[in-house]
């Protein structure tokens, strides 16, 4: 268990978690903080052991939730801001300082947990929200454009046609 602890093995998390004595702190065996000497070093087999023993949780590792995963969490967010803001691309920047993210760092964050940019994302919802528009309604083609976060009817052409090979027109003749 000590080599686990010393190597930040994350394969041992939930499984069990130290505590150090010089520190009074419990961590899991993937903590980044700095390696105990093993003479200051006990095991627990969960936290409610380590938090009876005396021990405070890390707030590193975060060691008295059952998970935690801040990037996670964080992409989660920043998912759920785009499920809501995907047709008003301009509210992203605001919704980044709100959480107080730059830009960069949460495309980072977005694509590691989801395999694409955050513009690719909105992209497939307003694409997605587009043939569903077109496939369900009769709501003219530049008000789906706007609906859907396009100033202007050529760009949302060019956009729509790029990705699905026919124009809106031909789309919407084909899926209604």
């Known amino acids: 268990m000590y080599e686990a602890v010393i190597n930040n093995d994350a394969n041992y998390d939930g ?3 130290y505590g150090v004595l010089s520190t009074g702190i419990f961590c899991r065996p993937s903590c980044q903080s700095k390696k105990p000497l093993s003479d200051n070093v006990r095991f627990f ?13 890390c707030k590193r590792c975060r060691s008295d939730l059952l ?20 047709e008003r691309q301009v509210l992203w920047s605001e919704e980044l300082r709100k959480i ?5 760092r949460a495309v980072e964050i977005f694509k590691e947990a989801y395999g694409m940019t955050p513009k690719a994302y909105m992209d497939s919802l307003r ?15 530049i008000d789906i454009a706007a609906s859907v976060g396009f100033g202007g009817l050529s760009t949302f ?20």
């Open 67 to 86: 998970t935690y995963h801040p990037m996670k969490d964080i992409a989660e967010t920043l998912k759920h801001h785009l499920d809501e803001l995907y």
């Open 45 to 57: 087999l969960n936290a409610g052991e380590a938090i009876e023993a005396g021990f405070r949780p």
């Open 127 to 141: 694409l997605n929200e587009a043939k569903r528009l077109l496939a369900q309604t009769d709501t003219k083609i």
């Open 100 to 104: 107080g993210l730059s830009e960069r």
């Open 157 to 176: 052409n060019r956009f729509f046609k790029e990705r699905t090979g026919c124009s809106p027109n031909m789309y919407r003749k084909k899926h209604k």
């Open 15 to 17: 499984l069990f978690f």
